[in-house]
């Protein structure tokens, strides 16, 4: 028989939901916590290509943003999955004729989300070195240090502290879109939810418990980011 009081639905004993879901919550920040460190390395690498890469690079970086940004991020996450699987197996077909491949739906969903967060991540990164005085590097340089010390020890934290907020910003983003993965079968917050609703018929129940899950994660969220703004705060007022 299926329970039918909420707190039994989502509870721990017998016929509840509640380890299926807490194992989708994992799943759902392995996947928000894996796209948003690829949009950082997206976002850093562009962000050089905007401000210091040659024409054909800026070009790309720009181009890059410019379509990703417009685009609908669950648009994004189809066509990386399927038109990626269709890309590999036509690939695989050449190599080896008859042999048959997947993309794994989680992968998938992590690159589709960490293209879409690199290129928010790329326009806040610009935004970061641009605002720090040109003077700066150059008195360094005027001192003997060469690129590499510059950037590590001059550039990069004073950028950090710029970006702190809006980086904050975009992983709040990244997560909250990270539920957008359970239309390619992930077995995240939001498909285990699905599931959930669709065997015991009480939809809001479950879709409740994710409003709930996520805005708790939310909120957690941003009082670790708050934290640690106030703490890079203190440090650069040391220096």
Known sequence: MKPTDPFQLLGFGEGGWGLVLLAGAAVTLQIALAAYALGLLIGLLLAWAKLRGPWWARGAAEGYTTVVQGLPDILVILLIYYGGTS??????????????????????????????????????????????PRGQAEAARSLGMRQAPIFATVLAPQALRLALPPLGNVWLVTLKDSALVSVVGIRDLLGVAGSGASFSRQPFTFYMAVAVVYLVLSIVSGWLISRLEARVARSDGRR
Request: a negative charge; proline letters at 2%; zero cysteines.
């Open 87 to 132: 890309a590999v197996r036509d690939l695989v077909q050449m190599v080896s004729p008859g042999a048959t491949v997947e993309i794994n739906a989680f992968a998938a969903g992590v690159v589709a989300l960490g293209v879409v967060s690199g290129a928010y991540q790329t326009d806040v990164f610009r935004a970061a070195f641009q605002g720090i």
